[in-house]
């Protein structure tokens, strides 16, 4: 595939949901600046938070959390995804997995826009639409999203194929990142994308098949982002990061 862009106390979602009204701008503005103060991100954090501290301006501020052991050590990863924005139709989307000591161990953005790719925006009402933005982001933290061990043909779209040919672009984008110095959580430019192409088509047989027989039954994450984009990550004990197992389309 070419580059493309039992619920328990443990691992319950945690959702906040700000709507901040224009004539209440200024005070939300103040007390985000205050909380602002006591919650600077770590050193680690993308650019993407930093700005988010230095221009609190959306109107629209969902963050959603979640704790997930997703890297088999019985310790539970934390999952935060956040949208802000205008519009729910237009949201910035993030979703991060960060280890207890709070390190980043894997990001991914897009925007709700994508959400309407397949349908009529413009024949929706804003209340039609904000609900299908509500009903996915919903689910991106999901006991649904989350699967352990190999399910069977009929329950699992993942063949062997697909998921090797994920695998393999996988590797080549982590190689590329690492040959150009893009950090983890910043998108590749689209002047690379030729590059994982490249890269992707000489990556050996020997690699991808390692990483298929370990990750055929690890615990992993499936999330939507729009149109017809769809991940799903398991964490590699071999390579030390959350691995590509299935990409769309």
Partial sequence: MPFSRGTTEKNRVIVSFDIVPRPARFSALCALAMTVVACTPKSDAPDSARAAVAAPADSINITK??????????????????????????????????????????????????????????????????????????????????????PGPAADTIGPAMMRDAIRYDIATNRLRARHGVPLGTDLPPTMHDSVNVLAAGVPKAEIDALFQELRGKKSFAYFAGGEVSYRIAWSDREQRFVTIFSCC
């Fill in 65 to 150: 959390e979640r704790s997930e052991d997703l890297t088999g050590d019985s310790v539970s990863e934390k999952l935060t995804l956040t949208a802000r924005g205008a519009r729910m139709d237009s949201l910035r989307v993030r979703i991060e997995i960060r280890s207890p000591a709070d390190s980043l161990l894997y990001s991914s953005e897009w925007t709700s826009s994508f959400y309407f790719q397949y349908v009529d925006r413009g024949a929706m009402s804003d209340a039609a639409a904000d609900s299908t933005v509500t009903w996915r982001l919903d689910r991106v933290l999901a006991d649904s999203a989350f699967r352990v061990g190999t």
